[in-house]
């Protein structure tokens, strides 16, 4: 997923602050989804601006479908703030298990967002909960991680609002090679009705058989 890939002349004389977060961790099914995002050092939103366009800036877990999809179209129009997304597959999950696929993710999502002009700027990186970069990117940027990042980092609330966009749109989209398990409803998460499908309908290739194993 790519938005405002131009990068602005002015990126290269300010100092950045990327946020990383992850979604889809818990779930049953689907691809474990990271968000990572850019933005300026010392900004600050507009609380009129945000209350005019229904923006409300916390964790996506606590907004609803709609809010989240308005901080999106919001953050496309912004030539200050910069994203992307990386997601890790179901398969590759139950390969090396969830932690180090999120930790995967990750890093594709922080290396598709931090070209060379952007880490000219020396940016602080931020990261959600448990999550690690790989690649040694410790050891060449300021790199931290921060429990309940999601709740105190604008840069990691923003992450984790894209990544979660981005992911129940896939999951979305795999409901029509998938009819069957209801995935537009709860987007693989171990929801009653998902739990019923499951019984009923067997195993998916959108499904983590690590996960799922002793639901069937």
Same mark, same amino acid.
């Given at each position: ?53 229904? &923006? ?18 919001? +953050?496309? %129009?912004?030539?200050?703030? *910069?994203?992307? #997304? ?46 690690? &970069? %790989? ?5 060449? +940027?300021?790199?931290? #991680? ?50 019923? %499908? ?16 002793? *639901?069937?």
């Amino acid at each position: 997923m790519y938005y405002n890939l131009e990068i602005h002349p002015a990126m290269t004389r300010k100092r950045y602050i990327i946020g990383i977060d992850e979604v889809g961790r818990g779930a049953l099914a689907g691809p474990v989804t990271v968000g990572a995002l850019a933005l300026e050092a010392g900004l600050r939103f507009d609380p009129a601006e945000l209350k005019r366009l229904k &923006l409300n800036l916390r964790d996506s877990k606590k907004l609803t479908p709609a809010g989240r999809k308005r901080w999106v179209a919001y +953050l496309k %129009k912004r030539s200050d703030i *910069f994203f992307k #997304t990386a997601s890790v597959s179901p398969k590759a999950i139950d390969r090396m298990n969830i932690s180090q696929a999120a930790n995967l993710a990750a890093t594709k999502a922080f290396e598709k967002l931090a070209d060379r002009e952007i880490l000219k700027t020396s940016p602080f990186v931020f990261l959600d909960g448990g999550l690690y &970069l %790989k690649n040694d990117w410790r050891k060449k +940027l300021k790199v931290r #991680t921060v429990i309940r990042g999601d709740e105190s980092i604008d840069a990691v609330k923003l992450a984790s609002i894209v990544a979660k966009v981005s992911r129940d749109a896939l999951m979305v989209r795999r409901h029509e090679k998938y009819p069957h398990y209801g995935f537009p409803k709860h987007k693989g998460y171990g929801t009653a009705h998902h739990m019923r %499908k499951l019984k009923r309908h067997g195993l998916s290739n959108m499904h983590r058989k690590t996960f799922c194993g002793r *639901f069937i």
